[in-house]
DNA sequence: TTGAAAGCGATACCAG
DNA sequence: CTGGTATCGCTTTCAA
């Protein structure tokens, strides 16, 4: 049998609304029967049945979280973000996996969307349609995370466009003229898109009329990476390239090594994202690394104080962090 | 405003009852109100409070899954199983990412309790007593994942114990006998002790006395690998190491390199664990691979049929799986 | 400062 | 096959 509000306020001879006042600290008792009160509930091993205050107050402080099961490996930083801001600020984190396959999605997200949620953060996330509309007809207020969506969702993110004029100017001021960007061709991901878009016109400014053959890769994965060094073949027509993702310019790395092509002599890499995986090579990748706990922590934070209009787009800075995997050239 | 059963219930002119065993599929009802409500649900964008539901029937479908924040690169695999069962079976998923951080820990596990749960899975972790003592008082099942805590509570990982003789073997084989183990020589997890133990038992067998000072380092992470090279310093005592996690591997990997120590010429490694980050060095990783997205299902789907007793211990396979970090010696 | 009582939304029992 | 109704545990208004 389940200890309740109500055994508590039986053996402390009050009443239940006291009992709860005093649990949740709300509205006003006096200290003494709030001690003894406390003191009960531990004794008793009272726990909240959080369905039930949920219920009552028709309202939740619980965040949903849609995590892409295809882990993309920054996804724990920004749950790290969050986690922490939403610890302090008092909000729960549902976190819910969600498959590739639609059918299952769907039914992922529908059993998110029924329990009350305050709001619903998308990370890295490019939703079907199909569960998109499910997701809009909630009614809830939503949240994409290191993604950009489209106009009807607020964002946080970092400024790809921009990004990518900072790794294309510190190629250039390494010599590089021919920079090739693996893993961002993908049509659709406003993204991908920015991303595509700060590169061409950071080498236009630098007088540099890109290459369109240049652009290859859709998918953020190793074997992409990998592919991306096949296909241009040798010898490279680049001397440099940017992974689009740390898994991406991995797999290049590799894919270089296995080739017999010397990294940063024969070809240098800058890399997107900068998370832990940057260090495990050999050389230590040169990044461009995002700030996924602070993208975290302002998800959090923004929705606590409800500051987010629907096209809210929110910027976390950059860090470049140079490496061993650029070198000068002539 | 939200939709509720009562609105549909007026809407079809039929009793939240009917309404009710309908969309839950539950008793008996013509098919044809059933039409009717289904539509009606449809169309005024009804989502069920789970809330509610949970109240009424005091009880739920919801599995909370404890992960630790110092993340496990092989979580995700263990929760992929877990969702994947889950979806079939018709139980929810509810995670938690706890943090190393003692008091936040209680914070987050009595949050997950305050909802009904059908059961706690945790995953990898090594729970702090205070923590645990909560766990338990709260009178849920309990059941732990890759890992194995103590006698009072189930667990599905692999067999550690065998495991290391099957890598001491293989290495055996190939002509080793001076073999060191790096990243498991803490004192409690009984997963260190198991694979200690089997480490020395497996050395004996081949009549090796172990040698404890080959026996290093504590922590599961990249650092305990490069340490571990310049601590053994050069030349090294071994010919061949055991890594006890990926990471740990990729360390030892990377100290060698960076020591001038050639892998596997001058060192063989055999790695513990086998995810996708075994293929992103060179050489690719030999590795004793665990099968985690079987101790997801299995994990689930003992939780089902309620088969666990307070001391089941259930193994997984493991896969043995050669790379290029072994060598043969005379 | 405290208590009585009316919900919150869904379920399930018992009649009909 | 369908409906009325008590119930789950907690919160909150209104009075006392």
Redesign the interface.
Do not use: M, V
């Given at each position: 049998m389940t200890i309740t509000i109500k055994d508590i306020a039986h053996k402390a001879g009050i009443s239940t609304a006291s009992v709860s006042r005093i649990l949740t600290n709300r509205g006003r008792f006096s200290e003494d029967t709030a001690q003894r009160v406390r003191e009960l509930a531990n004794e008793l091993?009272y726990?909240?049945?959080?369905?039930?205050a949920?219920?009552s107050q028709k309202a939740?402080r619980v965040i949903g979280v849609l995590v892409p099961?295809t882990?993309t490996?920054f996804a724990?930083e920004i749950?790290?973000g969050m986690?922490h801001k939403a610890?302090e600020l008092g909000y729960?984190?549902?976190?819910?996996?969600v498959?590739t396959n639609s059918q299952?999605q769907t039914?992922?997200v529908?059993?998110l969307?029924?329990?009350?949620l305050l709001a619903v953060v998308m990370l890295a996330l490019d939703i079907e349609d199909a569960v998109f509309d499910i997701l809009k007809?909630?009614?809830v207020t939503l949240l994409s995370v290191s993604n950009q969506l489209n106009n009807d969702i607020p964002s946080i993110s970092s400024d790809n466009y921009a990004m990518m004029h900072t790794i294309v100017d510190y190629l250039y001021d390494h010599g590089h003229r021919q920079i090739a960007l693996i893993g961002s061709s993908d049509a659709d991901p406003i993204v991908a898109i920015l991303r595509r878009q700060g590169y061409i016109d950071a080498l236009a400014s630098h007088d540099i009329t890109y290459n369109p053959d240049f652009i290859w890769g859709v998918e953020m994965t190793?074997q992409t990476g990998i592919e991306a060094i096949k296909k241009f073949g040798l010898p490279l027509p680049f001397t440099a390239v940017i992974g689009s993702a740390d898994i991406i310019s991995?797999g290049l790395l590799?894919g270089a090594?296995?080739a017999g092509i010397s990294v940063p002599n024969d070809l240098s890499i800058v890399t997107v994202d900068g998370t832990?995986l940057t260090?495990?090579?050999?050389p230590v990748l040169t990044a461009a690394q995002q700030n996924f706990t602070k993208m975290g922590e302002l998800a959090i934070s923004n929705l606590a104080n409800n500051s987010l209009s629907s096209h809210s787009v929110i910027f976390t800075d950059i860090t470049f962090i140079p490496g061993g995997t650029v070198t000068t050239i002539a």
């Open positions: 091993g726990f909240k049945n959080q369905s039930a949920d219920l939740s099961i882990h490996n724990d749950i790290k986690q610890y729960e984190l549902l976190i819910a996996f498959e299952q039914e992922t529908k059993s969307l029924s329990r009350q007809s909630a009614n190793y991995i590799n090594r296995d832990e260090q495990l090579t050999r």
